[in-house]
């Protein structure tokens, strides 16, 4: 019956107030670090499913494999992709890419990138890519930047193509 005790009861019985045990203390702190490395996990498996999509995208994509880069397009946009990159697969050479820079933004707001990975929760990425290439007819190499942004959908990175800057 210790919960009907009052206060007052408690001071004549001699009961012990409440106090953790560091076995408790222990339990406490293991369940933090395991929440904490839950939600770090979490943003490490983002992080790679978006590397591994910006990866397998522009694979295909400049492989000509539209087909299969049309995967990570945004399904509302794909259509269009697919008309467009028929210009892109009968004028452009791809000679190299390089990934130079990744932007992460959770609703907009910009998500600081650590050597330790993402410090937050992100849903969208700027991906800035150096391609060097040439546009039939001309034969001339020339280098530019893209910007690709890739949105994460479902648990999936999609990407919203621009395929007019490799003609301006």
């Known amino acids: 019956m210790i919960a009907n005790l009052t206060i007052r009861d408690c001071h ?3 009961c012990k107030p409440f106090s953790l045990y560091p076995a408790d203390i222990a339990l406490i702190f293991i369940v933090m670090t395991m929440l904490a490395a839950c939600a770090s996990y979490s943003q490490d498996k983002m992080h790679e499913d978006l590397n591994d999509s910006v990866y397998k995208f522009n694979q295909r994509f400049e492989g000509k494999m539209m087909d299969l880069s049309s995967a990570f397009v945004k399904m509302d946009q794909r259509r269009q992709f697919l008309t467009d990159s028929l210009k892109v697969k009968d004028k452009v050479v791809f000679y190299d890419s390089s990934v130079l820079d990744i932007q992460l933004f959770n609703n907009e707001l910009p998500i600081k990138l650590t050597s330790n990975g993402a410090e937050d929760e992100f ?3 700027v991906v800035t890519i150096r391609y060097q290439l040439a546009v039939l007819p001309s034969s001339q190499l020339k ?5 690709q942004v890739w949105v994460l959908d479902e648990k999936q990175w999609q990407v919203l193509p621009d395929l007019d ?3 301006k």
Not at 143 to 147: K, M, R
């Open 12 to 14: 004549m019985k001699k």
């Open 123 to 125: 849903n969208k990425a």
């Open 143 to 147: 280098t530019i930047l893209v910007d």
């Open 165 to 167: 800057i490799f003609f």
